[in-house]
């Protein structure tokens, strides 16, 4: 009989704790990222009664199971909310260095610009290589409100996307111009056609250049002195110059107002109007005569054919103002060229410049290059991916968010406020990028709601009751029973 008073008194203890667990996850019915928790009852040890016969001892709590449920998703105006759909936990730092682990994304700035969660925890990232797209490095902290994007200055041309590249048509029926050049002082009728494109320095300066171009006469085949024939193949014709012009203002010792050819080439097209060459020049003054008395003035400077350097643009060089002591080459392209005289030749001699009978015209002038930029505002991606925009224009991979699991998530501590810690039962933490190996996804201006169901947790509340009312009713009858029992013996 006295088993019985243990056994319900077991009982009432139970279901009240119980009933605690019950409370929680009703009172988490709205905790962003909150996972329900789940009592497991076990049978206390049983006790022989009269042989084999075993009667238990009541009941106690075996263990409360974190329930990994995924929760639902709300949809918010904050770009930093971030749910997870899958599995994973976002990693979080505190000051300390030690490291945590959450469902609940509602990520904000701290003072110093640092993302972290709202008890002040920073998010845990990893760098991104920006030319493989890959994860990188160890876990960090991001801090995203002081991203500066650095300058990057107009390139040479050789490599795949750099320098400037211009596509247009030069008009054939254009005039040939008897005005001489003057490369220190080019004027507008020194040349038929021009375009400007903005080019940018070390320190991500934008300069504006000029890119003209000057219809020269054909040139007739060179004659053999030996024998005073024509030298096949040294006839120019549907000739073409291009210089590029800088304003002094924009050069180490320039002249303000004076536009200046800083370099060029020459273009020579077929009859059909299809680019066959593009000839790098070079501006230089000629030496002076053998002879010459001294004071002579030197002739004026000219612009020398140069060798073709196999897939390397025209390069120029520019002294910048205030853009450092080296010379920046920029390279210029016009197109690939073509050879008409060999059918195996693939290239049109279209993809760039042009020589057909229409009025000289722009179709595109590109350079690469980038003024510094300061981040506006980002975007995180379903692989978790952090892209700033800047207002320079460009916009850049900032950081991965980094997910981590366990093989036992069920057995992580539970810390409080959102939390939970790795435990030896939990086994160690994995740690991939979002959408790879089995972790979720992440989801950027979303939340994911608690995984309680509250008809769920009422049904337990009733259930709950009713066991404890039962257990209690169990110790007031063996009360009864025995004070039945004391009664008999008077």
């Known amino acids: 009989m006295i088993g019985s008073l243990y056994s319900g008194a077991s009982g009432v203890q139970t279901h009240s704790e119980s009933m605690t667990v019950t409370g929680s996850n009703i009172a988490n019915v709205n905790t962003i990222g909150y996972k329900h928790n789940r009592v497991n009852f076990q049978d206390l040890l049983s006790t022989s009664v009269g042989g084999d016969t075993k009667i238990?001892?009541?009941?106690?709590?075996?263990?409360?199971?974190?329930?990994?449920?995924?929760?639902?998703?709300?949809?918010?105006?904050?770009?930093?909310?971030?749910?997870?759909?899958?599995?994973?936990?976002?990693?979080?730092?505190?000051?300390?260095?030690?490291?945590?682990?959450?469902?609940?994304?509602?990520?904000?700035?701290?003072?110093?610009?640092?993302?972290?969660?709202?008890?002040?925890?920073?998010?845990?990232?990893?760098?991104?290589?920006?030319?493989?797209?890959?994860?990188?490095?160890?876990?960090?902290?991001?801090?995203?409100?002081?991203?500066?994007?650095?300058?990057?200055?107009?390139?040479?041309?050789?490599?795949?996307?750099?320098?400037?590249?211009?596509?247009?048509?030069?008009?054939?029926?254009?005039?040939?111009?008897?005005?001489?050049?003057?490369?220190?002082?080019?004027?507008?009728?020194?040349?038929?056609?021009?375009?400007?494109?903005?080019?940018?320095?070390?320190?991500?300066?934008?300069?504006?250049?000029?890119?003209?171009?000057?219809?020269?006469?054909?040139?007739?085949?060179?004659?053999?002195?030996?024998t005073g024939q024509p030298i096949p193949g040294t006839a120019i014709q549907n000739n073409w110059q291009w210089m590029v012009l800088a304003p002094g203002d924009i050069l180490e010792g320039g002249v303000p107002g004076v536009m200046k050819a800083m370099g060029g080439g020459f273009l020579e097209f077929s009859d059909d109007g299809r680019l066959i060459s593009d000839t790098p020049g070079l501006i230089q003054t000629p030496p002076l005569p053998p002879g010459a008395p001294p004071g002579t003035e030197p002739p004026p400077p000219e612009m020398i054919r140069q060798p073709i350097v196999p897939d390397q643009p025209s390069q120029i060089d520019f002294n910048f103002v205030d853009a450092g002591p080296n010379p920046q080459k920029i390279g210029f392209k016009f197109g690939n060229g073509s050879n008409p005289d060999d059918p195996t030749d693939i290239r049109t001699g279209m993809d760039g410049l042009t020589q057909f009978a229409s009025e000289s015209k722009i179709i595109d002038a590109m350079a690469d290059g980038i003024k510094s930029g300061k981040i506006e505002s980002i975007y995180i991606r379903t692989d978790g991916t952090i892209d700033g925009a800047f207002d320079s224009g460009r916009v850049k991979a900032l950081g991965r968010l980094a997910l981590t699991d366990f093989k036992a998530r069920e057995k992580l501590q539970i810390k409080g406020e959102n939390l939970y810690a790795m435990t030896f039962e939990s086994g160690p933490a994995i740690v991939n990028d979002p959408n790879k190996a089995g972790m979720g996804t992440v989801n950027s201006k979303s939340l994911e709601h608690s995984n309680v169901e509250l008809s769920h947790e009422f049904v337990n509340m009733i259930e709950g009751q009713r066991a404890f009312q039962a257990n209690a009713k169990t110790i007031t009858t063996s009360d009864e029973i025995l004070a039945d029992l004391i009664q008999m013996k008077r």
């Not at 997870?84 to 945590?100: K, P, Q, T, V, W």
């Not at 990893?126 to 490095?137: A, P, Q, R, Y």
């Not at 990057?152 to 054939?172: F, P, R």
């Open 56 to 226: 238990g001892q009541g009941v106690t709590i075996g263990n409360i199971q974190n329930v990994h449920k995924q929760g639902s998703f709300e949809a918010t105006e904050v770009e930093t909310d971030v749910a997870i759909d899958g599995n994973g936990f976002f990693s979080l730092r505190d000051e300390a260095g030690n490291l945590y682990y959450t469902r609940a994304g509602q990520f904000a700035y701290d003072k110093n610009g640092f993302l972290t969660s709202q008890d002040g925890k920073f998010l845990q990232v990893k760098d991104v290589n920006l030319d493989t797209n890959e994860s990188v490095g160890p876990l960090k902290n991001i801090n995203i409100l002081d991203q500066i994007d650095p300058p990057i200055q107009t390139g040479d041309g050789i490599k795949e996307g750099t320098g400037v590249s211009i596509k247009a048509n030069l008009d054939t029926n254009s005039k040939i111009i008897d005005v001489a050049l003057d490369y220190d002082n080019v004027r507008t009728e020194m040349y038929n056609f021009s375009t400007s494109v903005t080019v940018y320095d070390s320190k991500g300066n934008e300069h504006a250049v000029d890119v003209v171009f000057r219809k020269l006469e054909d040139k007739p085949e060179d004659i053999d002195p030996a």
